[in-house]
């Protein structure tokens, strides 16, 4: 069996391998992340064209990720370009200003490159550097100087990423390098936005507006969850995004560590509830940059978000620049069959829980495909699907099932890379009547092997015939059939 959680991988050095990367999509890879933090659009080009190709060559559709920088805060450079030690107890001044090499800070004074932040701060804030590694208390603010007490010290580098907790900053929601960066994703037919530092559900429609205004109409934007800000205002940015990113490593520095497992699985059922999907991403088998074996530790991280009810897990660091990427995908991927071994046949869906804007029609004809899949013994549920809204309404109740997902359109295939249990696939013969639709689901799934003759297998799908209007929603998903193979 095919595990069902999907795995989300970052590109980077380690690899550019054709053969690896290859290897690492035979071995459960379903999406591809672009982190543009780092790199040139040359590089980034390159990479997105190795994926498609090999991608196209295997059969097996891989989503493309796009990871926007966000703004963000960062130190300065330092005198001699070499690392300077903070002692604990230590009085530094911080300096709000563009940051420059004509700007050299050293262990009594340094920059950074927020310019409002003496405006936001006051006495008693927090500002803690290199994910937390660092953390300074403000004593007090003089112009564009920040007068602070080293609470916790360490060595200090250059271009260090600075969080300042409970602090409402004013950051944009988008840079221009993130536009810049967006754009030309959308030229190379992106599926996805990870949207950084986003701290608010306006955030998250600028973005939308952007994409809408250059081609990206069916570009899904996945708002990262990193600041308390964000957790804060999470209710209002879910209503306006096609998913979430769990990024837990900042939102670890931002808020205590002891809280992120509660947040994490507040988020998850969020997004289950609401159908949309969740990648719970940063860290997860991260000692397998250097090692080629996790810790328990990692194996049972993994194990958890998925019995939480994650869509996707995320590898970084471990396969853009480890030792062991393959070896990284491998694990995860066998971590992710064996805790799916302990999922129920179906989950159970309370109606009353259901967010109030969700259309329970669609969400009733999901459960009742699953319900009915378990119920009479069938082997498999297709979801002939124009845009992949089918495939993933049935993908929410986590059948034991293989649900498999045709669609005419190559960007809804794309989509569904990220939808637990969908194994999606390019089809021209899912357009017409619904008794054509359902003959030709059965007949693809029966070439390929899926099923064979006398099985029973569930389908659901939308009859436009019999289409269902409530409010200002249309349940295009209104159909469940029974058939057996012929």
Same mark, same amino acid.
């Given at each position: ?288 940059? @250097? #090692? ?9 991280? =993994?194990?958890? /978000?998925?019995?939480? +009810?994650?869509? *996707? $897990? ?43 804007? @969700? #259309? ?9 495909? =699953?319900?009915? /899949?378990?119920?009479? +013994?069938?082997? *498999? $549920? ?55 639709? =359902?003959?030709? /689901? ?45």
């Amino acid at each position: 069996m095919n595990k069902r959680t999907k795995i989300v991988c970052t590109m980077g050095p380690a690899c550019d391998d054709e053969e690896t990367l290859r290897q690492m999509i035979l071995s459960g890879m379903n999406v591809a992340r672009f982190n543009f933090s780092h790199g040139s659009h040359e590089e980034h080009h390159i990479r997105m064209e190795r994926v498609k190709r090999i991608s196209r060559e295997l059969g097996i559709p891989v989503g493309i990720l796009l990871d926007t920088k966000g703004p963000e805060i960062r130190t300065g450079f330092l005198e001699g370009h070499k690392k300077v030690t903070l002692a604990e107890g230590a009085e530094v001044t911080v300096t709000a200003a563009k940051t420059s090499e004509e700007l050299m800070g050293t262990a009594e004074h340094f920059y950074l490159d927020h310019l409002e932040l003496p405006r936001e701060v006051h006495a008693g804030s927090s500002i803690l550097i290199d994910d937390g590694l660092i953390g300074l208390t403000v004593k007090s603010v003089d112009g564009q100087d920040i007068h602070c007490t080293v609470e916790n010290g360490g060595e200090l580098g250059e271009k260090k990423g600075v969080n300042v907790p409970n602090v409402k900053l004013s950051l944009p929601a988008i840079t221009e390098q993130d536009r810049a960066d967006i754009l030309f994703g959308l030229n190379e037919g992106i599926d996805f936005i990870a949207a950084s530092f986003i701290r608010d559900a306006e955030g998250v429609k600028e973005i939308r507006k952007l994409c809408d205004e250059n081609g990206g109409e069916h570009v899904d934007i996945l708002p990262k969850i990193e600041c308390a800000l964000a957790v804060y205002h999470f209710d209002d940015i879910l209503k306006v995004s096609d998913g979430i990113m769990v990024a837990r490593g900042d939102l670890g520095v931002e808020v205590a560590p002891e809280v992120c497992p509660v947040i994490q699985k507040e988020i998850i059922s969020k997004c289950n509830a609401v159908c949309k999907p969740v990648i719970t991403a940063t860290q997860m088998l991260d000692s397998m940059i @250097r #090692n080629p074996r996790p810790t328990r530790a990692e194996v049972t991280d =993994v194990a958890n /978000a998925i019995d939480d +009810g994650t869509d *996707a $897990i995320m590898l970084s660091g471990e396969t853009a620049g480890g030792k062991y990427p393959l070896e990284a995908v491998k694990m995860m991927a066998n971590i992710a069959l064996i805790a799916e071994s302990t999922i129920p046949d179906h989950k159970p869906l309370d109606f009353k829980q259901i967010n109030p804007g @969700r #259309n329970l029609v669609n969400a009733a004809v999901g459960l009742a495909a =699953v319900t009915t /899949a378990f119920n009479v +013994g069938a082997k *498999a $549920i297709l979801t002939p699907t124009n845009s992949g809204r089918s495939a993933r309404l049935v993908s929410n109740f986590r059948p034991v099932l293989p649900i498999q997902a045709a669609t005419p359109n190559e960007w809804a295939m794309r989509k569904m890379t990220l939808y637990w249990g969908v194994e999606p696939r390019l089809s021209g013969r899912t357009v017409g009547s619904i008794a054509y639709v =359902v003959d030709n /689901a059965m007949a693809e799934a029966k070439e390929r092997g899926i099923v064979k003759q006398g099985d029973l297998v569930v389908v659901s799908a939308g009859d436009p015939a019999f289409q269902v209007h409530i409010g200002n929603e249309d349940a295009s998903t209104n159909v469940v059939y029974l058939v057996q193979v012929p």
